[in-house]
């Protein structure tokens, strides 16, 4: 059963308008979300970061986006430009275990347009 | 990923052979994490450890096995390999959570078996 879901394999934007990522979650005691952005034959990079007790966080052109109540989040690219072009991954994690274990979505693949 | 490397970078095995995937860290952080990564599948937690010694079994643990001698070092064996473990491989370490800690990743390890 996937706890964490990117319904979206793939997205294509324009160069300079915005990216919309998008990732459910079914698992309620989840309570730190994260994305991380991946190239090609690299790993994972760390991209931001968001606690359940917030429902906004932003770090330049991202800004990541959480609702508790629809078990949501999304992660905003404003402007989207070519170099964001990655596979992006939602994950997810519960604090209380001590091991800071995450859960990681299937991943959606951005395309941006020059 | 700078901080963690893994060895070997790429593999071909034969059904039956055995192997051990390296992750060395140089950043003095506690927990470690093996992961594999397949189409359309995420990242899948294979097996983790939380400090020099110790070592848990993930999400997808059967037909691995792990060691985590020293601290900087956390190694991945698959003692009897299986075309179902043609995956790419990534270690991921994360220092100890007084509060949440995003998770640093590797460059990953292609391993094909034949």
């Known amino acids: 059963d996937q706890q964490v879901k990117q319904n979206s394999p793939s997205l294509s934007v324009q160069e300079g308008r915005i990216s919309i990522l998008n990732c459910d979650y079914t698992n309620s005691m989840f309570d730190y979300f994260l994305w991380y952005k991946k190239y090609p034959a690299e790993g994972p990079t760390f991209l931001i970061s968001?606690?359940?007790?917030?429902d906004k966080n932003e770090d330049g052109r991202f800004t990541v986006f959480l609702n508790k109540s629809a078990k949501h989040l999304s992660l905003h690219i404003v402007p989207s430009q070519p170099g964001d072009s990655a596979v992006y991954f939602c994950?997810?994690?519960?604090?209380?275990?001590?091991?800071?274990?995450?859960?990681f979505g299937t991943g959606t693949l951005l395309a941006v347009q020059p | 990923n700078a901080g963690v490397t893994q060895t070997p970078k790429f593999r071909v095995l034969k059904t039956g052979q055995s192997m051990t995937l390296l992750c060395a860290q140089d950043?003095?952080?506690?927990?470690m994490y093996w992961y594999r990564q397949d189409p359309g599948m995420g990242l899948r937690l294979i097996h983790y450890?939380?400090?020099?010694?110790?070592?848990a079994k993930g999400e997808v643990p059967d037909g691995y096995n792990v060691s985590r001698l020293k601290k900087q070092n956390f190694l991945l064996g698959l003692e009897s390999a299986a075309p179902s473990q043609t995956s790419v491989y990534f270690c991921?370490?994360?220092?100890?959570?007084?509060?949440?800690?995003?998770?640093?990743f590797g460059p990953g390890t292609r391993l094909t078996v034949l």
């Open positions: 968001i606690s359940s007790i917030k």
């Open positions: 450890s939380v400090g020099e010694g110790t070592t």
């Open positions: 994950a997810a994690s519960a604090w209380g275990g001590a091991t800071n274990k995450l859960i």
């Open positions: 950043m003095n952080h506690e927990y």
């Open positions: 991921a370490i994360a220092g100890t959570p007084s509060s949440y800690n995003e998770q640093f």
